[in-house]
């Protein structure tokens, strides 16, 4: 592809604007009449193996705010477990990879995993209520392993990024959903936020992104405050830049997103499959590369006729199969 046919600085590239996904089975993460499946984090390969970590808890047919208070509300209900394949497309489960621990402050709704390989060990990054006066209010932490099947065992010291219980920011009440990558030579934790007067989860959902020299920070939160609207978003390096699959306000929920400094987000196209809480695989999300070679799949979440979550497999047309300009892009350095 000759500079000509590349998209015009600020114009989101052709692959994104025009994405076409695929849903298939994740076959050993699908639907059951007891376990719920749902958050599964960004897919790595480790020792010739794909590995997901995911939210899974087991409870009877319920309406769905009910079983969402049981399991995120009561001690130890939410999971996080671990599912391997040979071909990303069955997977084998191997159990919970963060067990209880005594005195944690992440006792309710331990959802939402992320892992992050860095220097010989395995940081967890993942969200929890935080109890005690505001049992809703919710927190980023991150627990430490010496393996990716763990056990995973929390840092010291309290939650990794908490809400700032400030009027008028949009993560004063809740932070959710971690996302990193390595950029400029930083950890950049993309996450979800919302405001102390929140009242839709839709509507007031807003993405943020905070930075740190080490995986377990400590982290400094963008200047910037919001970079997108989205109840979900799941980031990947994607040519200079950074891409979102990101899980926006209806009507058009699905979209995917681009910012060439990795801040500022313009919509590029719709996904056009009802898959959310996605998570992809990219080799190169932390290698802090100057250009990225996109994504071909992944996995998110769907939900049956009685609103069981589980686990399905996407593949999608996003990968980047050419070499980068000679005259490298200046990156922004604002934070």
Not at 21 to 44: C, E, K, T, Y
Not at 67 to 94: K, N
Not at 118 to 138: I, K, M, P, S, W
Request: aromatic share 10%; charged share 25%.
């Amino acid at each position: 592809m000759s500079d000509e046919q590349r998209p015009a600085a600020g114009e989101p590239p052709v692959e994104l604007r025009r994405p076409r996904f695929r849903v298939s089975p994740a076959h050993g993460l699908g639907p059951d009449p007891v376990v719920r499946r749902h958050d599964p984090s960004n897919i790595v390969l480790f020792d010739g193996r794909y590995h997901v970590y995911y939210t899974r808890h087991e409870l009877p047919d319920m309406p769905y705010g009910q079983m969402w208070r049981r399991a995120f509300l009561e001690p130890w209900v939410s999971q996080i477990w671990l599912a391997t394949s040979e071909d990303g497309l069955t997977w084998v489960e191997h159990g919970d990879v963060f067990p209880p621990q005594e005195g944690a402050w992440c006792i309710l709704g331990r959802h939402a995993p992320h892992i992050v390989r860095h220097a010989g060990r395995y940081y967890l990054y993942f969200t929890a209520h935080g109890g005690g006066a505001d049992e809703l209010e919710r927190h980023i932490g991150v627990a430490v392993a010496e393996k990716p099947s763990g056990p995973f065992e929390l840092t010291p010291g309290p939650a990794l990024l908490s809400p700032t219980r400030k009027p008028g920011d949009f993560d004063g009440w809740l932070i959710d959903d971690p996302c990193v990558i390595l950029r400029d030579g930083r950890f950049w934790l993309y996450y979800k936020g919302r405001p102390l007067d929140s009242t839709s989860a839709w509507e007031d959902s807003r993405v943020g992104v905070a930075f740190a020299d080490h995986p377990v920070g400590p982290y400094r939160r963008c200047s910037l405050g919001a970079l997108a609207d989205a109840h979900t978003g799941c980031v990947w390096p994607h040519r200079e830049g950074v891409a979102m699959l990101a899980d926006s306000p209806p009507p058009e929920r699905f979209r995917l997103r681009y910012a060439a400094d990795g801040l500022h987000f313009e919509e590029a196209g719709l996904v056009g499959q009802n898959i959310r809480d996605n998570g992809v695989y990219c080799p190169q999300a932390l290698e802090d590369v100057d250009y990225g070679h996109g994504i071909s799949w992944g996995l998110g979440l769907q939900r049956d006729e009685k609103d069981r979550q589980y686990l399905v497999r996407f593949d999608c047309d996003l990968e980047v199969p050419v070499t980068p300009r000679s005259t490298p892009v200046s990156r922004s350095q604002q934070d």
